[in-house]
């Protein structure tokens, strides 16, 4: 793997993997904590309609993939704020209209390929030096959004009715953190794509919260983990010649069901005690 990393492309892979790792685990943390990881699938899926437009008419199907993202996101946002008994509804309308949008404009857009294919499953080994600059904006901008609202952020998280009760400004929170997700979603295409950026978001936060016994020591555990797991997945990509993308979630997926047996092997031995 070390000799890898004369290429450009390497380096480039590994600045990605490093600057994905913190915006997973931010945001990821933030989207499991408040049970949103539906609406993150919602919002990564409804992208793909901005994909397909972008490829019919001829633009940047990552700029066509954030306008996407941002409108369907608000919207769902919106919507779920004057109906939250209804917002597994809102949001599968929404995943499921994004996705049929895509598929239609992808089938008429002209020289329909592997561009598309990137898109939609990813590759960190195409990632540019614009990706990694978008990357580090957006990660500086956590930097700054997390620590000023972290206490805001803490009790909404975890109980709403109680922010609320606390003068916390929930609808603010409630789109900003929407929005947020929105970016992330589109950054991380070009890593495991449109098809599996939700597990990158879910499968480390949801390690972390069975031995974390804050958010921000679940932040810091989650971005460890993706990084563990996308560091292995694209050396065994890079050694076996496979899509990276579906490797990383692959390892991921692997350390879940690993870190479950575990506990679940600790809770019997406990049990006997």
């Known amino acids: 793997m070390l000799e890898a990393l004369q290429y450009d492309f390497m380096r480039n892979a590994l600045a990605a993997a490093v600057l994905a790792s913190f915006i997973c685990g931010i945001m990821g943390t933030i989207v499991v904590s408040k ?3 539906s609406m993150a699938g919602g919002v990564a899926h409804a992208a793909y309609g901005g ?4 490829l019919f008419f001829g633009f940047s199907p990552q700029l066509g993939a954030l306008g996407f993202a941002l409108v369907s996101s608000l919207f769902m ?10 917002a597994d509804t809102i949001v599968s309308i929404t995943w499921a209209v994004g996705m049929a949008i895509g598929v239609v404009f992808s089938d008429l857009a002209p020289g329909y390929g592997g561009d598309l294919m990137s898109y939609l499953f990813g590759s960190i080994l195409m990632v540019t030096k614009r990706d990694i600059i978008l990357m580090s904006v957006f990660a500086l901008i956590l930097c700054a959004f997390v620590p000023t609202f972290y206490g805001h952020l ?21 789109f900003a953190v929407i929005v ?15 098809i599996l950026v939700i597990a990158l978001f879910s499968i480390p936060p949801y390690i972390a919260e069975r031995f974390c016994r804050s958010l921000v020591g679940m932040m810091a555990t ?18 076996l010649n496979l899509t990276s993308g579906a490797v990383i979630i692959i390892v991921a997926a692997l350390a879940y069901f690993a870190t479950e047996i575990f506990l679940r092997y600790r809770n019997l031995q406990r049990k006997k005690v």
């Open 35 to 37: 049970r949103l990881v």
């Open 51 to 54: 994909v397909g437009m972008a």
């Open 77 to 86: 946002a919106w919507a779920t704020l004057k109906a939250q008994s209804r």
């Open 154 to 174: 803490l009790v909404y998280s975890y109980d709403e009715d109680y922010a609320r009760t606390r003068g916390i400004p929930v609808n603010f929170l409630h």
């Open 180 to 194: 947020l997700v929105s970016f992330s979603v589109v950054l991380m295409i070009r890593i495991v794509g449109l």
């Open 222 to 239: 989650s971005s460890f983990l993706s990084l563990v797991f996308s560091l292995t997945g694209l050396t065994m990509a890079y050694k």
